[in-house]
């Protein structure tokens, strides 16, 4: 079906979950084995933890859900279940014998989903799918915080019938959609409050995320914006209030993958200092500004000058320019950075994030946090200082609907590459910020690693800064985009966090990664639906159409924050 | 009659060694996964276990050898020993293995010795009655 999707998604759930199963017990291995066939799910087996990490990282999107002991010899049960969790997001379940109540504590203070004692009946194993349905379902409300689909609610349906084959994917909910363009108004009306609306949500598979990422490489991170991806995707029953909160998560994902990235690398020291925790939603922009004064590296590129993006109100227009000059200052030095280093390094040094410089701004909008984790956070971009920047690593993207309302930031169409991602997050609040900007991040995919990097810090700001931006800075975007294609990505990768991505997978994520996630077709290893394999897959290009459309559609900004793109 | 008889035998046997402790109910789950793809499934688990863990006996024969004993060792080993035990419901050796790892906790080496020399037996005499009943089962 979708590429990078091994087992048939189409199979009722939860048949057909594809489990990867960690355990150095030879004897075990075979009975888990056995028993999970049993239940009808596709099984692979490993004995070493590293190798586990192999394969996941390997297919990205390859594994629903993973089992492990906690005793490995090669290395902590813990360990693994951390990095799966960070690298993938997948749900993990932890195995022990021992079943001391500390040990039972620290699996789930590590993240694990379940903690199961040896011997393990088959009845346990039976409902192990509930972990993963579980974590798409709350994807997908992070994610839909207004769609009114009926997405969640088919799927709680299907629970029900459990066995009967529920439908995951979306695709095969169509007949059930029924709030097709209709929807588009009334949506934007209806969301006005995603928190408060628990609509079914569109739960967006992996197919979905592909047609939707395909659809926002076809238009071009310039000009996306919801209602063509929406148009292009043909899925009639996805309303463009779908589309664009899909694409602010997107950019959030993409955002809190630099963060992460970058937090990580930054533990060495870089991305703290560089971003407040606060300041990251509206400084973002500003504060890269503000590096990139100091930098000017890539300041040429980007047409920096006076203002690039005719925002409306001269907010706007600081934000422009400041956008662009964090982002091409974060570009540039990302780049380098990023070529020269692993993921691990913290790029930001160029791109402080200088929350302040988009003080003015304020958005009072939502602030489309990218980081996933934190549940619809929603700075506005004044505020940001409340966000947490350590929340997850989310990448403050705050957009703020109010602030750049301000200005038209018609962030359109800028090929902001980086700050697509990023400016997603932070754009739906301002729906101005076009696809355009979304675009530009979209394209840079193998600077994306760079972006990753350099962007933990600055992609915050960059991100909002250039959605704000409006269109004007298209050039701006452009120019940077053909100067340094992954600085831009960078850019918006950064605000996103993504960099932080980068940190984690040094192996992976940065070239491969990147690439991969930048690239529409890849969007699947993203996990979008199914689990968030590596962050770098969310930088799909797509995901930066996103954004910009997101910035059209300020209505459309619900706070994605946690860029979970989440079927 | 001959193969009733062994039927009866078999299943007496098996009654016998879950009312003796030697097995738990983990068997049984093996032998409930027994299908046409793996109609010997649980034999095979069986030989599988005692063909590995003989490696965990002699780690710990070379261990016990040291002097002093590292019961941080002898623990993991244990640890891992009494895992594997738990997927055919060896119930016995899993007790002794529990019991092995309270004296290294107590680093009573004393204890440790005279409960790895049990466990041996345990070990032993499982096999035994296994193989038996698994020639029975044929």
Known sequence: ????????????????????????????????????????????????????????????????IVISDVNMPDMDGFKLLEHVGLEMDLPVIMMSVDGETSRVMKGVQHGACDYLLKPIRMKELRNIWQHVFRKRI???????????????????????????????????????????????????????????????????????????????????????????????????????????????????????????????????????????????????????????????????????????????????????????????DSIAEKRRALSGSIPGTKVSPQISLNHSSFGPLKPEGRHAVFDCTIPSTQFTWSETPEMP???????????????????????????????????????????????????????TKPMYADYKREYASSVSSIGSVVDTIPTQSKSLMENAQLSEPSSAKNLAMKTQGFNYDLEFYPENLLDEDLHFYWLQGEYYNMNWGFENIGMPEYYDPGLVAELSSHLHDSADCTLVDQGLFIA | MDR??????????????????????????????????????????????????SRFISNLDQAMERNPLDFGKLDSIMHQFKGSSSSIGAQKVKAECTLFREYCAAENAEGCMRSFQQLKKEYAVLRKKLETYFQLAK
Not at chain 1, 47 to 60: V, W
């Open chain 1, 389 to 443: 920047l350590k929340k997850e690593h989310k990448s403050f993207l705050q957009l703020e609907d109010s602030s750049f309302s301000h200005s038209p930031l018609h962030v359109t169409q800028r090929k902001i590459q980086g700050l697509k991602s990023h400016s997603v997050a932070s754009v739906c609040s301002n729906p101005t910020i076009t696809e355009s900007e979304v675009a530009a991040s979209v394209e």
């Open chain 1, 138 to 328: 709350h994807e997908a409300r992070e994610f839909e915080g207004h769609e009114g689909f009926e997405g969640i609610h088919l799927m709680r349906n299907g629970s029900d019938q459990s066995e009967d084959g529920m439908l995951f994917s979306l695709e095969d909910m169509p007949s059930m959609k029924k709030r097709k363009d209709l929807d588009n108004n009334h949506d934007d009306k209806e969301f006005g409050d995603p928190s408060s609306t628990k609509k079914a949500r569109v739960v967006w598979s992996v197919d979905l995320h592909q047609k939707f990422v395909k659809a926002v490489n076809q238009i071009g991170f310039d000009k996306v914006g919801p209602k063509r991806i929406l148009d292009l995707m043909n899925v009639p029953w996805l309303t463009r209030e779908n589309v664009a909160s899909h694409l602010q998560k997107y950019r959030l994902y993409l955002s809190r993958l630099l963060k992460e990235n970058d937090q990580r690398s930054s533990s060495s020291g870089t991305k703290p200092s560089d971003l407040p925790p606060r300041d990251t939603a509206g400084d973002f922009g500003f504060q890269n500004l503000t590096n990139k004064q100091q930098n000017d590296v890539a300041v040429d590129s980007f047409n920096y000058s006076d203002v690039p993006l005719q925002s409306h109100s001269s907010e706007t227009k600081i934000r422009n320019g400041d956008l662009k000059a964090i982002v091409s």
């Open chain 1, 1 to 64: 079906m979708d590429s990078g999707f091994s087992s048939p998604r189409r199979d009722a759930f939860p048949a057909g979950l594809r489990v990867l199963v960690v355990d150095d017990d030879p004897t075990w291995i075979r009975i888990l084995e056995k028993m999970l066939k049993k239940c009808s799910y596709e099984v692979t087996t490993c004995g070493l933890a590293r190798e586990a990490l192999n394969l996941l990282r390997e297919r990205k999107d390859g594994y629903d």
């Open chain 2, 4 to 53: 009733n008889q062994s039927h009866r035998q078999l299943a007496a046997m098996k009654q016998s060694l879950f009312d003796q402790g030697y097995l738990d109910e983990q068997f049984i789950q093996l032998e409930e996964l027994q299908d046409d793809a793996n109609p010997h499934f649980a034999e095979e688990i069986v030989t599988l276990y005692f063909r590995d863990s």
